[in-house]
């Protein structure tokens, strides 16, 4: 089983609705969680972080955490094409590494 | 612009020959990070600092791979005899552990990724 997993998509979306990622990790110790953006051919981009159970929102952007259930989503309202992109969540390992998914690739059409 | 730096941002080489890369972290962060990315996968680890000194390496960091950071500032990975398998994205990211003092807001230990080195092993 992988640390982090991730449905690799595509996730195909139409403008304006809500986009809606998952992951699941499978240490239960784990606190920190991190959802990053990528580009193709760039470089991760941070877009929220969560530690604690519940919704965090910021701007369009929504994180879920349920450590009962070891799982993390992320929400994108009102989608937007320039939302396409790889997806990537990553748990905060010892040393504070950061162990990633494999990502899911966002679509959002006209 | 005060992000994370990585240099060269291309490179191609011959199978056996040695590479270097250098990364320079974002200035107040003491903490820096190597990642490997191939394509269709996350972030991989490669190794951390924490100030000048190594504290973790993953196994997936053979010998042929070292990495510095001589007075915690910027880092180098070097690696020598490269094989095609060692094709990727290597990404460096930085961060700034908390300290008392700190608004809890302005450290969270958050990374933060630089532009990457694409390597090519031919």
């Known amino acids: 089983q992988k640390e982090v997993e991730q449905n690799s998509g595509p996730l195909s979306v139409p403008e304006g609705a809500i986009a809606s990622l998952n992951c699941t990790y499978s240490?239960?110790?784990?606190?920190?969680f991190f959802w990053y953006r990528q580009y193709s051919g760039k470089s991760p981009e941070l877009i929220m972080f969560?530690?604690?159970?519940g919704d965090k929102e910021d701007g369009r952007f929504t994180a879920q955490l349920n450590k009962a259930s070891q799982y993390v989503s992320l929400l994108i309202r009102d989608s937007q094409p320039s939302d396409s992109a790889t997806y990537l969540c990553a748990v905060r390992g010892g040393y504070n590494k950061l162990i990633f998914g494999a990502g899911t690739r966002l679509a959002v059409h006209p | 612009d005060t992000g994370v730096s990585q240099d060269p941002r291309h490179k191609i080489t011959k199978r056996g020959q040695n590479v270097t890369f250098r990364c320079d972290p974002i200035s107040e962060h003491n903490r820096l990070y190597w990642y490997r990315q191939t394509l269709g996968q996350g972030p991989e680890f490669l190794t951390y600092?924490?100030?000048?000194?190594?504290?973790?390496k993953s196994r997936l960091l053979s010998d042929r791979f070292s990495a510095e950071r001589p007075k915690g500032s910027f880092s180098t990975l070097e690696i020598q005899r490269t094989e095609q398998g060692d094709s990727a994205m290597y990404l460096c990211a930085s961060s700034l552990n908390w300290h008392p003092g700190l608004p809890s807001a302005a450290s969270t230990d958050t990374q933060y990724f630089g532009p990457g080195t694409r390597l090519t092993v031919l």
């Open positions: 240490d239960r110790g784990s606190q920190s």
């Open positions: 969560i530690y604690s159970n």
């Open positions: 600092f924490q100030n000048e000194a190594q504290l973790e």
